[in-house]
């Protein structure tokens, strides 16, 4: 019996001395796990394998507020971090959210190193940039890093999710610099060794319009920018690109004209079925009588425009059947007149029209 006694006795001195040594080993900033035994609305109880309470309040459950006493169950197994203990009234206070920061902070840093690309989510507009949320950890995106293109009000961002490499960490304060421009850049640079690995004369590509000058359009074929040169947006004459095309439209162009070295492309957008002299060609032969606007009067004839883009010469000996003097004493410019095509060079590209044609078929007629 009494061997028995001095047994429990040893058992119960060990019991107390491991009771003594777990409460010893609590501490601010000590790693710990917790099973959840009970949960409220604002907080939840976890048994941390010490004589104190262990208590999460809801607000130390995540950073972002995603998680609430309801994500979890009794039984569940939570890594927590001390935050306060509190000897007097048997209480530990404890947090999830500091030591998923921690962990993310460590991946950030990892992240730094390795020179890999994160993904977070734009929370905050403040002075000088952005911050965006990475797992909890906030990483602070300066405004000159936040795009790859000057961005006067980064609250267009707000809300979306971006990319961004860390570009400098600060172990003291434990925070993070990041540059979403870094990460545009290196896509940029990939689309552009791509695109000049695979172009060639002549392939098709869709494109948006990013710049107009006076004397063209400028397009970007997916990080490598080309030009349409104003006499290459229409068959017919234009003053200005942006009777054609304007900023922001998406065209589909075709490559004209490669130089590797000044890395710059000539772009075709007008098409070969849209040719005027196509469009002449396939429904105006010879001898179609068709009516024309008189754009100009010369002293040996009427120039007039048959379709857009095809003008033809109405000689002032076909204008009547009599001889005139002036061809200003039977056409302006302006009028509208019935002529046949009486001539067509394709290679000089001139056509020749008669008003007297029709008139000596009207005299027929009769």
Known sequence: MSEILENQEEELTFAELFEQSQTEKLYNGKRVKGIVSNITPNEIHVDIGAKQ?????????????????????????????????????????????????????????????????????????????????????????????????????LSVLMGKEVQFKVIEVNDRRRRAVGSIKAVLNEAKKAKQEEFWANVEVGKVYTGEVKSITSYGAFVDLGGVDGMIHITELSWTRIKSPEEVVHVGDTVEVYIKDIDTEKKKISLGYKKAEDNPW???????????????????ITTFGAFAQIIPGVDGLIHISQIANERIAKVSDKLAVGDVVDAMIIDIDYDKKKVSLSIRATLDADSDEE
């Open 53 to 153: 309470t262990g208590i999460v309040p809801a607000s130390e459950l995540s950073e972002n507020g995603d998680l609430t006493p309801d994500s979890f169950k009794i039984g569940d197994e939570i890594d927590l971090v001390v935050v306060k203990v509190n000897d007097q009234e048997g209480v530990v206070t404890l947090s999830k959210k500091r030591l998923d920061a921690e962990a993310n902070y460590t991946a950030v840093c990892k992240a730094y190193e390795d020179g890999t690309v994160m993904t977070g989510t734009v929370t905050d507009v403040i002075k000088g940039g952005i911050l965006v949320n990475c797992n909890g950890l906030k990483v602070f995106v300066p405004a000159s890093l936040a795009s790859d293109r000057r961005t006067e009000d």
């Open 278 to 296: 196509e469009i002449f060609k396939r429904d105006y032969p010879v001898d179609t009588v068709c009516p024309v606007k008189i754009v100009s």
